[in-house]
């Protein structure tokens, strides 16, 4: 089992939806958990962290965290095609080291 | 805040030889600093981590003879692809946390090398 798992994609959206994008992950002890976009040929920016159980909302994100389930998501509301990117789940086991999943490719489509 | 520079942004070098890359924390001192690797259509994968004044502690199957990391101070860490060859050709990015943000990784621009 990978230490972090996403669906590769490609999940497609219209703009101006919501998109959902999901995350799990195998060390239960994890404390610290974020999202990153990165563009094509460009590298990850960080969008979201998350600590507590709930949700978190930064503009047009939120980031759900529930760690009895080992899951985290991200929402995105009033997608836009500039959201259009792979979405990288990240999971911090120890606080020393992250641990990323393959990403998430989003196409938002006008 | 938490700017991460790399240097160059792409490199083109001939097999067997050396090339370096850069990696500085441009607003905030950087106590620990990641190298990664991605070739294309795949995720990151970590090579080493470092810390100012130590060795870097390098991931499983990264040859450290090969990937020479240097984190001279707070501010800088460097790359070294010694005898490069074609196979090394990927992007390489790295990041950097800070004291304010200790689990919080921002990431370089990154560094496209090509090895001819």
């Known amino acids: 089992q990978k230490e972090v798992e996403q669906n590769s994609g490609p999940l497609s959206v219209p703009e101006g939806a919501i998109a959902s994008l999901n995350c799990t992950y195998s060390d239960r002890v994890s404390q610290s958990f974020f999202w990153y976009r990165q563009y094509s040929g460009k590298s990850p920016e960080l969008i979201m962290s998350?600590?507590?159980?709930g949700d978190k909302e930064d503009g047009r994100f939120t980031a759900q965290l529930n760690k009895a389930s080992q899951y985290v998501s991200l929402l995105i509301r009033d997608s836009q095609p500039s959201d259009s990117a792979t979405y990288l789940c990240a999971v911090n086991p120890n606080n020393n080291d992250m641990r990323f999943g393959a990403g998430t490719r989003l196409t938002v489509k006008p | 805040g938490a700017v991460v520079s790399q240097h160059p942004s792409r490199v083109i070098c001939k097999s067997g030889t050396s090339v370096k890359i850069e990696c500085r924390s441009l607003d905030f001192q950087a106590t620990t600093m990641f190298w990664y690797r991605q070739f294309p259509k795949q995720s990151l994968m970590l090579m080493a981590t470092s810390n100012e004044g130590s060795k870097a502690t390098y991931e499983q199957g990264v040859e450290k003879d090969k990937f020479l990391i240097n984190h001279a101070s707070l501010t800088l860490s460097t790359l070294t692809v010694t005898s490069a060859h074609p196979e090394d050709s990927s992007f390489y990015i790295c990041?950097?946390?800070?004291?304010?943000?200790?689990?919080?990784?921002?990431f370089g621009p990154g560094t496209r090398l090509t090895v001819t």
């Open positions: 990041s950097a946390t800070g004291h304010s943000s200790p689990y919080e990784q921002y």
């Open positions: 998350i600590y507590s159980n």
